[in-house]
């Protein structure tokens, strides 16, 4: 009889921490997900989220907290982005995706950052998982590689800040590989781990060995995808470099015609302010001037290799 009077606080114990331990869980996914919908934090309700993370750390489920991050509540807002767009296609397609990457880029992932600030990564960090979670779930699942096809489509700064910024997180996923054909579309020329790209989906000088890839889930703690230059950027003279490479063409800014060949771009510097009213750094040059210095730095590119 005293064994069961004992026993019975302790099994309410345990009833009353799962319970505090759901209600954790429960508010911080309740957080994440109204980031995705638009919804701003209540004021100090970050500190709140931090302390509670902190709380689920100390518990059984704090090892998995990523895991959880990555494999639920991130698909889960990702989805919730693309449901705005997955039926448009062409330069409507171009321009909401414009929309929901400024959003998704200034609010969301700083946000998401904040949120999960207690949290060590071992691999991916909280923001590599979020520009990867982007690509997988929103980018490669809509008609982005039609909407490059539609005559005299035009391509905002911020689809081009889109594609850098996502090509910076690298993983030995073929998404990535898919990622780069659509790169290079936009960024010409791009060197990338199949080699140098001109404006095409294909590159045009191939690297010298074949990039290999995991075909399987990507899970935390996985290495880069690594790749090498193409051969025949290091045996190339630059006399005989520029003689490969076909002189860039001029164009309107940012915008993409089946005559214009896209120019060289300098490195994307993060945090630069994305205003739609002004000119940015990503453009079409528009001038000789500017064609000359970017068949230049491509000629010194391949020199110092």
């Not at 929901?100 to 949290?119: G, H, K, N, S």
């Amino acid at each position: 009889m005293g064994a069961l009077w004992s026993a019975e606080p302790q099994t309410a114990r345990r009833r009353r921490s799962r319970q505090q331990l759901t209600n954790l869980i429960v508010s911080v996914q309740s957080a994440v997900v109204s980031l995705f919908q638009h919804k701003k934090l209540p004021p100090n309700e970050l500190d709140l989220l931090n302390e509670k993370i902190r709380m689920l750390m100390k518990t059984e489920v704090g090892p998995f907290i990523l895991d959880y991050f990555q494999n639920q509540l991130l698909k889960k807002g990702m989805v919730i982005l693309r449901e705005k767009i997955k039926r448009e296609k062409g330069q409507q397609l171009l321009e909401s995706l414009s929309d929901i990457w400024d959003y998704f880029f200034c609010e969301v992932l700083p946000m998401l950052q904040a949120i999960f600030c207690p949290v060590q990564a071992t691999g991916f960090s909280v923001r590599e998982m979020s520009l990867v979670g982007f690509r997988d779930t929103i980018l490669l699942k809509i008609a982005f590689s039609e909407a490059l096809d539609t005559p005299d489509v035009v391509i905002s700064p911020s689809i081009t800040q889109m594609l850098l910024v996502l090509q910076s997180v690298h993983d030995n996923n073929p998404e990535y590989l898919q990622l780069e054909s659509l790169v290079a579309r936009i960024v010409s020329p791009y060197l990338g781990l199949r080699g140098l790209y001109m404006g095409g989906p294909e590159p045009l000088i191939p690297a010298n060995k074949p990039v290999t890839v995991v075909l399987r889930q990507k899970t935390l703690g996985d290495e880069p995808l690594k790749g090498e230059r193409p051969l025949s950027m290091q045996l190339f003279p630059s006399q005989q470099l520029d003689e490969q490479l076909p002189a860039p063409g001029r164009g309107e800014a940012h915008k993409r015609t089946p005559s214009a060949v896209g120019q060289g771009l300098d490195p994307l510097v993060e945090g630069e302010v994305m205003t739609r009213g002004f000119g940015r750094r990503h453009s079409i040059a528009g001038g000789a001037g500017d064609s000359q210095k970017s068949q230049d730095d491509v000629t010194q590119v391949a020199g110092s290799d």
